[in-house]
């Protein structure tokens, strides 16, 4: 594989367009022109890697947000013993919204699973 200054200059490309950098931005950062970027793009292997990157970035982000989720819960927690009853009120209303929305997302999650399981066993017949 290659390994000069453009091909090096491609994965900062990537990480800056995965990152959401606008090809002039993403070009400055590898040190080409926005032109190279634009034709990078054409590329599968470059627009490949952009995907991965994009989905190394919403893992991390996901991971982040499920450790902050402990924290909120216990803030609306909290919120639930405020002397304002508007306080408890909105704290009871988001944690019921919230945990709802979570308690569906985990059934439509559990349904495509029992999907997915029935098209295997389909293809298997």
């Known amino acids: 594989m290659p390994s000069g200054p453009r091909t090096r200059a491609r994965e900062p490309?990537?990480?800056a367009l995965a990152s959401g950098a606008t090809i002039a931005d993403a070009a400055v950062l590898g040190g080409v022109s926005p032109r190279t970027v634009d034709g990078w793009l054409q590329e599968p292997v470059l627009r490949?890697?952009?995907?991965?990157?994009q989905g190394v970035l919403v893992d991390r982000t996901a991971g982040a947000l499920?450790?902050?989720m402990g924290e909120a819960v216990?803030?609306?927690?909290?919120?639930?013993?405020?002397?304002?009853e508007t306080v408890r009120l909105r704290?009871?209303?988001a944690m019921l919204r919230h945990g709802m929305a979570a308690f569906e997302l985990r059934q439509?999650?559990?349904?495509?699973?029992?999907?997915r399981e029935q098209i295997?066993?389909?293809d298997r017949e």
Not at 48 to 53: D, M, N, P, S, T
Not at 108 to 115: D, G, K, L, S, T
């Open 74 to 84: 216990e803030t609306l927690r909290v919120l639930l013993s405020s002397s304002s």
């Open 108 to 115: 439509m999650a559990r349904q495509i699973e029992e999907i």
């Open 91 to 93: 704290a009871a209303d």
């Open 48 to 53: 490949a890697r952009v995907g991965e990157l």
């Open 13 to 15: 490309v990537a990480i």
């Open 66 to 68: 499920a450790r902050a």
């Open 120 to 122: 295997a066993e389909l």
